[in-house]
């Protein structure tokens, strides 16, 4: 009696195995999808007609622009003078204390050929922007900033945030100066490609930083230190 008992027990078991195998085996693998919308910049020149002289020399703060898009090849520019990649280390184009590159760069892109309207964040591993909210929000940033009419006339703004405990971890309260340091670098690199493409530009510190952080939805750990509109110069 007890033979035939453990037979059937066992018969069970190995149909149910069975069943299971099947069952599994006819299930597709789980596709985790990327939500993530990437564009790659096209690769950036390394020389031009404009000398750093003179890109000194006529450097200045431009606040009207003319109603005309930018192209990608400036975006890539503008993106690359700010926090480019220039060494096979990870050197930038701005220097950083320790080289902890507390930095992030935003393109709010209104007006960009092939670019659709958006703020993007600036990836410089890979020279790429990604998207992080569609839609034109210059107005929006525009609110934020005291209602700068050159905010929302740009073609484009360039956001320069921090998230500072990138460098405090290291050299403590003293960082934060460091911080700001690197954002001036940053943002005269910024100044200097713009003259070099015959564009205008202004650094604005006057905004909401808590308007301006929800317009990009920042994290509570990244402070936005300025805004920098850019456009085609109006000629006169």
């Known amino acids: 009696m007890k033979r035939p008992l453990l037979f059937t027990v066992l018969v069970a078991a190995i149909l ?15 596709v985790i999808e990327s939500q993530e919308t990437v564009f790659t910049l096209p ?19 431009v606040r009207s622009y003319a109603d005309e898009p930018l192209t990608l090849a400036e975006v890539s520019q503008l993106m690359w003078a700010a926090q ?23 393109l709010l892109a209104g007006e960009v050929s092939n670019l659709p309207a958006g703020i993007y964040h600036y990836e410089p591993d890979n020279h790429s922007l990604t998207l992080v909210i569609e839609g034109d929000q210059r ?4 609110e934020a900033a005291l209602r700068q009419s050159a905010v929302k006339d740009g073609a484009v703004v360039i956001v320069i945030t921090a998230i500072y405990e ?12 460091y911080v700001h340091i690197e954002v001036g670098a940053a ?8 003259v070099s493409l015959g564009l205008g530009t202004v650094f604005i510190g006057a905004f909401h930083d808590d308007q301006v952080r ?16 850019v456009g085609r110069k109006q000629v006169p």
């Not at 020389?47 to 200045?60: G, H, N, P, Q, V």
């Not at 107005?139 to 525009?142: E, G, H, K, V």
């Not at 990138?166 to 100066?177: A, C, D, F, I, S």
């Open 16 to 30: 149910l195995g069975t069943l299971l195998i099947a069952c599994t085996s006819n299930q597709q693998p789980a």
């Open 43 to 61: 690769t950036p020149l390394h020389d031009s007609d404009t000398s750093i002289e003179k890109a000194l020399l006529e450097r200045r703060s």
């Open 84 to 106: 480019g990649i220039t060494s096979p280390g990870g050197g930038r184009t701005a220097p950083s204390a320790g080289a902890l590159y507390p930095l992030e760069v935003y």
């Open 139 to 142: 107005q929006a940033l525009y």
């Open 166 to 177: 990138r460098t405090t971890v290291k050299y403590g309260e003293r960082g934060m100066q």
């Open 187 to 194: 943002s005269e690199n910024i100044y200097l490609q713009a």
């Open 214 to 229: 929800e317009v990009l939805q920042l994290g509570a750990d990244e402070k936005p230190l300025g805004l920098m509109p």
